[in-house]
Nanobody, 124 residues
Framework: QVQLVESGGGSLQAGGSLRLSCTASGYTYSRYCMGWFRQAPGKQREGVAVIDSDGRTSYAESVKGRFTISKDNAKNTLYLQMNSLKPEDSAMYYC??????????????????WGQGTQVTVSS
């Protein structure tokens, strides 16, 4: 059973930076898509960034140029570097994974494993 644990959330002012981490364990397959999703109160969960087993990345338009997804395979850790944060980035951020050797999707329903989330709050 894959387990994902996020950390690194917090409260900060607009324009600041934050790095989220997601530590994974229990992998039974060597090829995974991993991604960061977020959900603000009253809104649907949405994809932020995804990365495939070969390190290819994809981003939501709203975060392109500001956020960077990366991973350290040796540490089984996924990261999300968030720069130039805006109040509209405030949300619960979730790490997700799906055993897949191909193009990663942004669909929430496509991911099988989820972390518990870490809160990011950006004030103006």
């Amino acid at each position: 059973q894959v387990q994902l644990v996020e950390s690194g959330g917090g409260s900060l002012q607009a324009g600041g930076s934050l790095r989220l981490s997601c530590t994974a364990s229990g992998y039974t397959y060597s090829r995974y898509c991993m991604g960061w999703f977020r959900q603000a109160p009253g809104k649907q969960r949405e994809g932020v960034a995804v990365i495939d087993s070969d390190g290819r990345t994809s981003y939501a338009e709203s975060v392109k140029g500001r956020f960077t997804i990366s991973k350290d395979n040796a540490k089984n850790t996924l990261y999300l570097q968030m720069n130039s944060l805006k109040p509209e980035d405030s949300a619960m951020y979730y790490c997700a994974a799906n055993a897949w050797d191909g193009t990663c999707l942004f669909s929430v329903r496509w991911y099988n494993y989820w972390g518990q989330g870490t809160q990011v709050t950006v004030s103006s």
